[in-house]
């Protein structure tokens, strides 16, 4: 489970921090996260997190973390609820097709689903399951994960993304998304206090994974994250200028936001709103450009609710 291991939840958490048992209760007094994010940040990376005056890109999302959250940003992190802001600012048109919804995977009614749908627990990252083939699905696996994932709190087992924190947990079911081609690609659009600064376009979902980083003006970038660039030339969609625009509407009242957009035979759906890419801790390949793209991000005013 990473850094923090959470061991059980129940009317509190108790979590395994560098190998010391923690107890939290739900209720964590929150003046202790600044220095449980230096630690877990030193053990992560290595480095000394400076929260008094952050530069790189990934210190000043450690600061986001604890000084700029809102029930606002809760609600956007669900990915249940954020459907409905989502309609609301551009459009249900840019909704994946919803096909359920539950408080526990007992609920769920497989013959309902189609062949082919995609599970998720709206309440964390990464905590989904893609399912091509209905009658290939172990559902007694799946259960297992879901249980699991349903009992834990995602603010405190990824780095103290506090976003997280109260959202309620329940589990979604969505239609499951593939162009022509049988790829789906990602489109993720890096916005800086309401512009889009940065488009990174994720290939081969379902094959050999590759992610090229280009500028609004589709500019191929010199630095990596998480994959290697393609290969092969990436051509922007022809929907590009409209997918910026959305990215503009959605990211407006926030310092950083990475609105991601699915864009499936050029028809554009909404993905997710990222208020901590990668929890503040990619890898920029050359490291330079952490600091880079941390000089461009202008902080909010400091809230004072997670600071001693």
């Not at 290595?46 to 809760?74: A, H, R």
């Not at 290939?136 to 994932?149: E, M, S, T, V, Y």
């Amino acid at each position: 489970m990473d850094i923090i291991e959470q061991i059980k939840y129940r009317d509190g958490i108790c979590l395994k921090l560098f190998g010391y048992k923690l107890s939290l209760s739900r209720n964590l007094d929150e003046r202790d996260l600044p220095e449980l994010l230096k630690k877990w940040y030193k053990k992560r990376t290595g480095k000394i997190l400076n929260l008094d005056n952050p530069q790189t890109f990934n210190e000043k999302i450690q600061w986001l973390k604890l000084y700029d959250n809102s029930p606002l940003k809760t609600k956007l992190a669900d990915k249940y609820l954020v459907r409905e802001w989502i309609e609301e600012k551009i459009g249900k048109e840019y909704l994946i097709p919803l096909l359920g919804v539950w408080d526990n995977f007992d609920e769920i009614d497989f013959d309902k689903l189609p062949d082919k749908f995609v599970l998720k627990a709206n309440h964390g990252c990464a905590w989904n399951i893609i399912v091509k083939d209905k009658s290939k699905f172990d559902k007694k696996n799946a259960k297992k994960k879901f249980d699991k994932w349903m009992k834990r709190n995602y603010a405190y087992r990824a780095g103290f993304e506090m976003q997280y924190k109260d959202i309620p947990p329940k589990i979604t079911a969505e239609a499951f998304m593939s162009d022509s081609k049988g790829e789906l690609n990602d489109y993720k659009i890096l916005c800086f206090n309401g512009k889009p600064q940065f488009i990174w376009i994720d290939q081969g979902r379902y094959t050999h994974r590759t992610e090229n980083i280009y500028d609004t003006k589709w500019n191929l970038q010199p630095f990596l994250l998480t994959y290697e660039n393609s290969k092969e030339e990436v051509p922007p969609p022809e929907n590009l200028e409209k997918m910026i625009e959305l990215a503009e509407i959605l990211s407006k009242d926030f310092a950083l936001v990475r609105v991601d957009f699915y864009n499936v035979d050029g028809k554009i759906y909404f993905g997710e709103m990222t208020f901590t890419s990668a929890s503040g801790v990619d890898v920029f390949k050359p490291e330079e450009y952490n600091l880079k793209l941390g000089q461009m991000l202008e902080l909010p005013k400091k809230q004072e609710v997670y600071s001693k």
